[in-house]
C-alpha cells in the first residue's frame, strides 16, 4: 500500500472514478491481483505470463503518455515489489531471507522493470550496470527510500485511496468492530504511512498486543510448523483455463466474486456460510455481474477497455517474449 502515500499516485487513481463505490474499486483490486499472479507464478517466458505484461502495459500505456504517470512513479511502485516481500518477512516471519533467495528477488524484478520499460537512470549504476541481483536491490532501496521521504506526504487523496481499501479489507467484518479493525490496519501501515494517509496514531496497547502475537506465530512456525505437504499447498492461480470456455477463473476472492466460477465447493463450502452470515456476495449471484464466466487477458481492466489494445499487446507481447528467461544482468 506504500505507494498509495504517493499524492502523484493517489491522486490519479481517485481521478479515474474507480474508487466510486465498493463494487468498483474491487473490481480494479480484482484485475490488479489477476495481473500481477498471471505474470509473478506463470514461467517468465511463457504466454500466460506474457500476456498479463502486455495487457499491464496496455493499461498503463495512455497514461504513460499523457505524462500522468512518470518515471519516477513506475520506479517507486517497482520498488516496492521488489522490497516489501523481504521487509514483511524479516519483520514477521520465522526467519530472514537468504542472499540467494534476495538475489532471486533482485533478478525478477529487475527482469520486470525491463518488461515494462522502466528507466533505471536515477540509479547509480544504470550506465555501467549491475553485478547482480544483490547489487540491484541494494541501490533500489537507498533510491526508494529517499523518494519516499521527499514525496511520502499527507494529501487527501491518499486518505480516499486508504479509506477505499480499508473498507474493501474489512468488508466481512462486523460493524461493531470496524473501529478497533481501523486501529489493527494502523498498526501494520507503519509511521511514515499511517502519516502519509492521515491516520490517527493508535494507541499503544494495540502495539504492544499486536507484536505480542507476532512474536509469538515467530516461534510457533519456526518450532511446531512442518514443512507443508503438496496436498496441503495453496494455489492462487488456476492450473488452466476451462476447456469449454477457454477462459481463466479466478480461485478465490477478497470482497466480491470476481471470475471465480459458481461451482457447488464455491456457493456450498465452509467459506461461503460465512460469506452469507454477514451478507455478502456468493459466487453466481447476480447473473454475470461478477464475470463468473472468467476473464480472457484482453479484457482485464476498466470496464471501458474491455477487449480493447490486442494490436497493441502482441506487438507487445512480441518484444517482451524475446527477452523473458533469459538473465537481465547478462549484458551489463
Same mark, same amino acid.
Given at each position: 500500500?506504500?505507494?498509495?502515500?504517493?499524492?502523484?499516485?493517489?491522486?490519479?487513481?481517485?481521478?479515474?472514478?474507480?474508487?466510486?463505490?465498493?463494487?468498483?474499486?474491487?473490481?480494479?483490486?480484482?484485475?490488479?491481483?489477476?495481473?500481477?499472479?498471471?505474470?509473478?507464478?506463470?514461467?517468465?517466458?511463457?504466454?500466460?505470463?506474457?500476456?498479463?505484461?502486455?495487457?499491464?502495459?496496455?493499461?498503463?500505456?495512455?497514461?504513460?503518455?499523457?505524462?500522468?504517470?512518470?518515471?519516477?512513479?513506475?520506479?517507486?511502485?517497482?520498488?516496492?515489489?521488489?522490497?516489501?516481500?523481504?521487509?514483511?518477512?524479516?519483520?514477521?516471519?520465522?526467519?530472514?531471507?537468504?542472499?540467494?533467495?534476495?538475489?532471486?528477488?533482485?533478478?525478477?524484478?529487475?527482469?520486470?522493470?525491463?518488461?515494462?520499460?522502466?528507466?533505471?537512470?536515477?540509479?547509480?549504476?544504470?550506465?555501467?550496470?549491475?553485478?547482480?541481483?544483490?547489487?540491484?536491490?541494494?541501490?533500489?532501496?537507498?533510491?526508494?527510500?529517499?523518494?519516499?521521504?521527499?514525496?511520502?506526504?499527507?494529501?487527501?487523496?491518499? /486518505?480516499?485511496?486508504?479509506?477505499?481499501?480499508?473498507?474493501?479489507?474489512?468488508?466481512?467484518?462486523?460493524? /461493531?468492530?470496524?473501529?478497533?479493525?481501523?486501529?489493527?490496519?494502523?498498526?501494520?501501515?507503519?509511521?511514515?504511512?499511517?502519516?502519509?494517509?492521515?491516520?490517527?496514531?493508535?494507541?499503544?496497547?494495540?502495539?504492544?498486543?499486536?507484536?505480542?502475537?507476532?512474536?509469538?506465530?515467530?516461534?510457533?512456525?519456526?518450532?511446531?510448523?512442518?514443512?507443508?505437504?503438496?496436498?496441503?499447498?495453496?494455489?492462487?492461480?488456476?492450473?488452466?483455463?476451462?476447456?469449454?470456455?477457454?477462459?481463466?477463473?479466478?480461485?478465490?476472492?477478497?470482497?466480491?466474486?470476481?471470475?471465480?466460477?459458481?461451482?457447488?465447493?464455491?456457493?456450498?463450502?465452509? /467459506?461461503?456460510?460465512?460469506?452469507?452470515?454477514?451478507?455478502?456476495?456468493?459466487?453466481?449471484?447476480?447473473?454475470?455481474?461478477?464475470?463468473?464466466?472468467?476473464?480472457?487477458?484482453?479484457?482485464?481492466?476498466?470496464?471501458?477497455?474491455?477487449?480493447?489494445?490486442?494490436?497493441?499487446?502482441?506487438?507487445?507481447?512480441?518484444?517482451?517474449?524475446?527477452?523473458?528467461?533469459?538473465?537481465?544482468?547478462?549484458?551489463?
Amino acid at each position: 500500500m506504500e505507494a498509495y502515500g504517493i499524492p502523484s499516485v493517489s491522486s490519479l487513481l481517485v481521478a479515474t472514478g474507480q474508487l466510486a463505490d465498493l463494487e468498483t474499486a474491487s473490481k480494479r483490486i480484482a484485475d490488479t491481483g489477476v495481473l500481477l499472479l498471471e505474470f509473478a507464478l506463470n514461467e517468465p517466458a511463457s504466454e500466460r505470463a506474457t500476456h498479463a505484461i502486455a495487457r499491464m502495459n496496455f493499461l498503463h500505456a495512455g497514461y504513460r503518455k499523457a505524462g500522468k504517470i512518470t518515471n519516477d512513479d513506475m520506479l517507486y511502485t517497482l520498488s516496492l515489489f521488489a522490497l516489501e516481500p523481504a521487509r514483511w518477512v524479516e519483520k514477521y516471519e520465522w526467519r530472514k531471507l537468504t542472499e540467494l533467495e534476495l538475489c532471486a528477488c533482485g533478478t525478477y524484478w529487475k527482469s520486470m522493470g525491463d518488461a515494462m520499460e522502466i528507466s533505471y537512470s536515477n540509479l547509480p549504476s544504470s550506465i555501467p550496470g549491475w553485478k547482480d541481483g544483490l547489487h540491484w536491490l541494494d541501490e533500489m532501496e537507498a533510491w526508494s527510500l529517499k523518494y519516499e521521504e521527499a514525496y511520502m506526504v499527507p494529501a487527501t487523496t491518499n /486518505k480516499q485511496l486508504a479509506d477505499s481499501h480499508f473498507d474493501i479489507l474489512c468488508i466481512n467484518v462486523p460493524a /461493531k468492530l470496524l473501529g478497533p479493525c481501523k486501529k489493527v490496519v494502523s498498526v501494520m501501515l507503519g509511521e511514515r504511512l499511517r502519516k502519509a494517509m492521515m491516520y490517527p496514531e493508535s494507541p499503544q496497547v494495540y502495539h504492544d498486543t499486536i507484536n505480542g502475537v507476532l512474536r509469538v506465530r515467530k516461534l510457533l512456525l519456526r518450532h511446531l510448523a512442518l514443512p507443508r505437504p503438496e496436498i496441503m499447498r495453496k494455489h492462487y492461480i488456476p492450473s488452466g483455463p476451462d476447456p469449454s470456455t477457454g477462459r481463466y477463473n479466478a480461485v478465490e476472492y477478497l470482497s466480491y466474486p470476481w471470475y471465480v466460477k459458481p461451482t457447488f465447493s464455491a456457493r456450498w463450502g465452509s /467459506k461461503s456460510w460465512i460469506t452469507r452470515l454477514v451478507g455478502r456476495k456468493l459466487p453466481g449471484d447476480d447473473g454475470n455481474k461478477y464475470l463468473p464466466e472468467g476473464w480472457l487477458h484482453t479484457e482485464i481492466g476498466p470496464r471501458g477497455l474491455r477487449g480493447k489494445g490486442v494490436k497493441d499487446m502482441d506487438e507487445d507481447r512480441k518484444r517482451v517474449s524475446r527477452k523473458r528467461g533469459g538473465c537481465p544482468f547478462a549484458l551489463a
